[in-house]
């Protein structure tokens, strides 16, 4: 139940973030939810390995190309969803820093409330 609460959580934000952010649109909510379950995915099973392959440049910059590699999940899912669009490469950093942000403050409410 707790995932699919945050899936739902996720696609929210998705749809805010895509009425705020220029550069970003997704079509309705139907197609939100299936950015947030894409995202989720890639997240679990590309991120790990993406990770790993750039661990040196990852170490020499301190962990902030950890951004670059959210930026480039974010592209993946424009990519594989049709009704999900980002404008650029910078459109798409600015889309999953606020998507971080903004997730980890719903999740931690979500989870203060029980």
């Known amino acids: 139940m707790k995932t699919i609460l945050k899936i739902l959580l ?10 705020l952010l220029p550069g970003v649109s997704v079509d309705g909510y139907g197609s939100a939810i299936i950015v947030a ?3 989720a995915l890639l997240r679990f099973i590309v991120k790990p390995i993406l990770v790993v392959l750039t661990l040196p440049i990852t170490i020499l910059t301190l962990g902030l190309f950890l951004l670059v590699i959210n930026a480039l999940i974010i592209l993946m899912a424009d990519y594989f969803i049709g009704d999900f669009e980002v404008g650029n490469f910078w459109w798409a950093l600015l889309f999953s820093l606020l998507l971080s942000l903004f ?3 719903l999740h931690s409410l979500v989870t203060d409330e029980k």
């Open 10 to 19: 996720t696609a929210l934000v998705v749809v805010a973030l895509a009425k």
């Open 37 to 39: 379950i894409v995202i």
């Open 103 to 105: 997730q980890s403050i």
